[in-house]
């Protein structure tokens, strides 16, 4: 897609969605529900708003804070007086307008640049715009629209930069699984890393983790989304949610540039959840498993807790599910089906031959010590680790330099 025609894009989004509904209202709950969480809307945003993230996938930090701030500034409507991300319409001021405006500006600078230079912009553009759709609610017009515009700015980017990136069809379910396979290079197979985000970021936010992190180790990493969300929107968050991981898994024969004796899988928050199953599930196809912030077993289990959480994520988790009307306790009471402890995994005698390293970050409400630690237990090489950091950037620093160390030396076996 050349530049006019993406900045066409734009202008027509802007024209069929201007009256779009605003995310933070689109997933409906029964009255005695609403009085419940209404308990949890004590905050500023709608959204949680993840700086080290962002940051560390390339948004510069001025750049969002810039953003925000037009946002907070705007007097426009909002669906809710005292959240500043839920300005109604696409136009100045919302949560949509203001990242895809972003983004866009980048897009406009790959134009006059070439190679490397311009896909790092392109690649940037492409966070933006998924950032414009986060959280990603199904039947957000807005989200479905920032996600086209993700995923074209990441082909894009695919054809200037000098790693080579191949879109990787994988057959499951009568249908197609598309994945981003990303290679240094091609002068042999490479050991491969199968990598997921959580419930509410897209694959093609993993730019940054492939060049910083996997690429200077000669990895390839092959990216897929969560069932339900992107590519894999098709697909409804089930129990065996790990189907989707384990079909690209198997399909990795087929894949000439990779080596598929040495694959690993690796996943931030719900992302890990599914890469610790698949580790149970595919014990002679994996190397190691490594899980950042994972939602292991408690706040799965714990319905009081997860009532307690932020709009933003019972809307995720009601979205993932394909919910039509939200009855709280009955969505709480039923995400005890995807801990991994009441699945038997993380009971009874039988470990994994598969090495686990499975990281969380001291405070964290969603992947506590005990979970972590649990994890690594039922591994027959495991560690479970608690980052101490100052700051939550500085914690990112530090688990992904753990995680890529972890994965070089299981590599080596």
Not at 25 to 36: A, D, I
Request: proline share 5%; charged share 20%.
């Amino acid at each position: 897609m050349t530049q006019p025609e993406s900045e066409n894009l734009s202008v027509k989004l802007f024209k069929t969605n201007k009256q779009a509904l605003e995310t933070s209202c689109l997933v409906p709950y029964l009255p005695s529900s609403l009085e419940q969480i209404s308990k949890n809307s004590e905050r500023n945003w709608y959204r949680e708003l993840r700086r080290p993230q962002w940051i560390w996938q390339g948004v510069y930090p001025i750049e969002l804070e810039g953003i925000l701030s037009k946002m907070a500034s705007s007097d426009k409507d909002r669906t809710k007086p005292e959240w500043l991300d839920t300005v109604t319409g696409y136009r100045a001021g919302n949560w949509a307008y203001e990242w895809i405006n972003a983004g866009m500006e980048h897009q406009k600078c790959a134009s006059d640049l070439e190679g490397n230079e311009a896909a790092e912009r392109l690649f940037k553009a492409s966070l933006y715009f998924s950032i414009a759709g986060y959280p990603h609610i199904k039947g957000d017009n807005l989200a479905t629209q920032a996600q086209v515009l993700a995923s074209k700015a990441y082909d894009m980017a695919a054809k200037q930069t000098s790693h080579r990136i191949e879109k990787i069809l994988v057959p499951y379910d009568g249908r197609k699984i598309t994945c981003y396979l990303h290679l240094p290079n091609t002068e042999k197979p490479l050991p491969v890393v199968i990598v997921s985000g959580g419930m509410d970021s897209l694959q093609t936010d993993m730019w940054s983790l492939y060049r910083d992190y996997l690429a200077p180790n000669n990895m390839a990493m092959l990216t897929l989304d969560m069932p339900s969300i992107g590519h894999s929107s098709y697909w409804p968050l089930t129990e065996d949610s790990s189907c989707l991981h384990q079909a690209v898994l198997n399909y990795l024969p087929h894949i000439p540039w990779v080596d598929r004796f040495h694959a690993a899988v690796m996943g931030f928050r719900f992302g890990g959840n599914v890469a610790l199953r698949l580790s149970f599930l595919e014990p002679n196809k994996l190397k190691t498993c490594v899980a950042l912030g994972a939602p292991i077993h408690q706040v799965l289990s714990n319905s009081t807790q997860l009532k307690k959480m932020p709009k933003m994520y019972l809307d995720i988790l009601a979205s993932r599910l394909a919910k039509q009307v939200v009855d709280v306790n009955s969505l709480t009471g039923q995400m005890k089906a995807w801990s991994l402890k009441f699945q038997g995994f993380l009971s009874g005698g039988r470990k994994t031959s598969v090495s686990i390293l499975a990281i969380g970050l001291a405070g964290d409400p969603v992947s506590p010590k005990s979970d972590n630690k649990l994890a690594a237990m039922f591994s027959k090489y495991g560690k479970g680790v608690e980052l101490k950091n100052k700051t939550l950037h500085s914690g990112y620093e530090d688990a992904l330099n753990q995680m890529i160390e972890w994965i070089k030396e299981e590599m080596k076996h």
